[in-house]
């Protein structure tokens, strides 16, 4: 990057559909820290001057960082405006295999049911990836993929967590359960209190419904049991995310 | 109501900065199941055929339910896109006494340090109300306050759950403490591990801080102890949202 006056810089073209835009702060730092190969960085001039871009902009065996003039540019190259002054072009997302997530010794795994919502795929994410979780699996339709606003959403956590998608989840349950995994459905109505169940055996698996409807009949019927968390509220439901939190953080209190 | 066409609704007009509207399924519901008086609602011919909202609409003596043409109305009166067809002209929120807080025994207060985002203030009262809390102490300055935007993040919590503006926060905590209190704040380094706190003393303030930058020194000061989640993954820090629902059902785990 030259020093100075900020290079000039064209206007965004309209992008293949492969091509692949991360954008945030977080999201583009732990895309640099991950294993996705990081193509290209736009930054402001405000933006670049912190000290994890300001290193790579500064590293002439890095990827190139371009200080564009204004916010504005970024955001129509993103499609957000939640850009922060950073995007990037990057390699696209790389799923894992739900069988190297079911190859693991000890796995703790989160199954998402349909959950469409970008900002809950990648807040759970987020705290999947903190929990210390070994992967994410999500359905391979009827979900929220692993969309630039998901790895927004995660801090970037995406770029660190296994996530798989599995053709059918019931189906993936099953397998989980056959290599000794105890598989555990997060339900509002009806589960057993959370607290009354031993995570510890050799693997669990969480599996997490849709805010609206919960978990299907038979992703409900492929769970050893399902769980709640006590409400003692007037509403009626935790956000998914914040549930997530609570039964990750029990389940890895337990472990140990 | 009349039955058929939808009522001729003028075009909202520039609203007095003192009249508050609600938007979103949730935050109306539960501010017609709260104690917030609610003046009046509009909602399209499609959200008004949800059970909660025709039984209103059908009652007479109940509030008026407008039916309007289309969403775009119900955009430009509450100015927000996420309106899910339906809002309502309510008082304004109502805040609670800090003293009423400390009052209560054996309470569980939930103390947030500047946080100035409405979606993290939103879920944290959420989850809040969910698990049993007496209630939520804000600063009167530099925090979000309960805006619509706030209600709607909430689902409709706010409306259920006592949410109180301190002059000082520190004070608070020096008050809480006080009284019988035992106040904890959320570190993520430096705190000793949550799980090895006793949280079964007779009152527990729990403190969180903005994402960006934590508890201030003097609000950090005011703790009886620091305490920390684990973090198991790469990336360095919890949603601060999704780290309130880990530690306040951690605490209300203890307390039975």
Redesign the interface.
């Known amino acids: 990057m030259p020093a100075g006056a900020p290079a000039p810089t064209r206007e965004p073209r309209t992008l293949p559909d492969d091509v692949t835009i991360l954008y945030g702060r977080?999201a583009v730092h732990?895309a640099l820290?991950?294993s996705r190969e990081v193509q290209h960085i736009w930054a402001t001039a405000h933006a670049v001057e912190e000290p994890w871009l300001a290193a790579v902009a500064h590293d002439a065996s890095a990827v190139d960082v371009n200080v564009v003039a204004d916010g504005g540019w970024i955001e129509r190259r993103s499609g957000s405006p939640d850009h922060q002054g950073v995007c990037a072009q990057v390699a696209p997302f790389r799923y894992a295999y739900v069988d190297e997530l079911l190859a693991v010794e000890h796995p703790l795994i989160v199954a998402l049911d349909e959950i469409q919502d970008p900002q809950n795929l990648g807040?759970i994410a987020?705290?999947a990836?903190?929990?210390?979780a070994t992967g994410l699996v999500i359905p391979a339709r009827r979900s929220a993929d692993v969309t630039p606003a998901v790895c927004k959403a995660s801090?970037?956590?995406v770029e660190?967590?296994p996530i798989a998608r599995a053709r059918n989840l019931a189906d993936f349950l099953g397998d989980a359960r056959g290599v000794g995994a105890w598989v555990y459905g997060a339900e509002g109505d009806g589960g057993v209190p959370y607290?009354g169940v031993d995570y510890s055996g050799p693997g669990v698996v969480l599996v997490l419904g849709s805010e609206g409807r919960g978990l299907r009949p038979r992703v409900a019927a492929s769970c050893d049991a399902l769980i709640a968390?006590?409400?003692?509220?007037?509403?009626g439901?935790?956000?998914v995310?914040?549930?997530?939190?609570?039964l990750?953080?029990?389940i890895?209190?337990q472990r140990g």
Not at 129 to 132: K, V, Y
């Open positions: 977080n732990e820290r991950g807040a987020r705290t990836e903190c929990a210390g801090a970037g956590a660190h967590l607290t968390l006590p409400l003692r509220g007037r509403i439901s935790l956000n995310s914040a549930a997530a939190s609570a990750l953080y029990e890895v209190r």
